[in-house]
């Protein structure tokens, strides 16, 4: 017996649906305030069933912001791929980033000061989100991997405090990375510009 060679598809398309109806309420309200009932009900199966895809709150949310992160750091790439001098590609990358989570409803969510902010614990946490960092942290030029992980960790605590405490606009989140943020990044190339 062959078994069933389209079950880990199913189970993918699946909890992709799972994840997408989560989305729509995440959309809608407060990341933090969407419990498994409601998006069991969103997603038209029954808590059984979302559970048989992702064991805790925890997990569902861990997955979609996996899934959300490799979206974003593909969407953030495309449009800076022209941009070659590292620093306007990191400010460039990080305003880019910026504007793509706050056009999101489901995403901006997620750091809504109302609620617990999960958008910035998660961002702390997960692994997809440090390797993406890490990924362009290396595509601005060649560096020591430990000075790589521990800029890459910066990197997200200032991209999440800019999600929760954003400046007056653009231009005065330009102005704050170019002046606190390529310094710290880019020290040597800093020096030489």
Not at 12 to 17: L, N, T
Not at 45 to 62: K, V
Not at 134 to 145: H, N
């Amino acid at each position: 017996m062959a078994g069933d060679w389209l079950a880990a598809r199913r189970t993918e398309v699946a909890a992709d649906r799972i994840l997408d109806a989560a989305g729509e309420l995440f959309a809608s309200k407060e990341a933090a305030t969407v419990g498994m009932h409601e998006i069991a009900s969103a997603a038209g199966c029954s808590r059984a069933t979302l559970y048989r895809y992702f064991e805790n709150r925890e997990a569902l949310y861990t997955a979609y912001v996996h899934r959300e992160s490799y979206r974003l750091y593909r969407e953030m790439t495309d449009q800076i791929t022209s941009i070659t001098d590292p620093r306007e590609r990191l400010i460039e990358g990080m305003l880019s980033s910026l504007r793509n989570v706050r056009e999101s409803p489901a995403l901006s969510s997620w750091f809504a000061t109302t609620q617990r902010p999960i958008g910035a614990e998660m961002a702390e946490e997960s692994q997809v989100i440090k390797a993406l960092t890490e990924a362009f942290v290396i595509s601005l030029g060649p560096d020591d991997a430990e000075l790589v992980a521990h800029r890459s960790r910066w990197l997200v605590r200032v991209m999440t405090s800019l999600m929760l405490f954003p400046g007056h606009d653009e231009a005065d989140e330009r102005a704050m990375l170019d002046e606190f943020v390529v310094p710290i990044v880019l020290p040597s190339r800093q020096a030489t510009q």
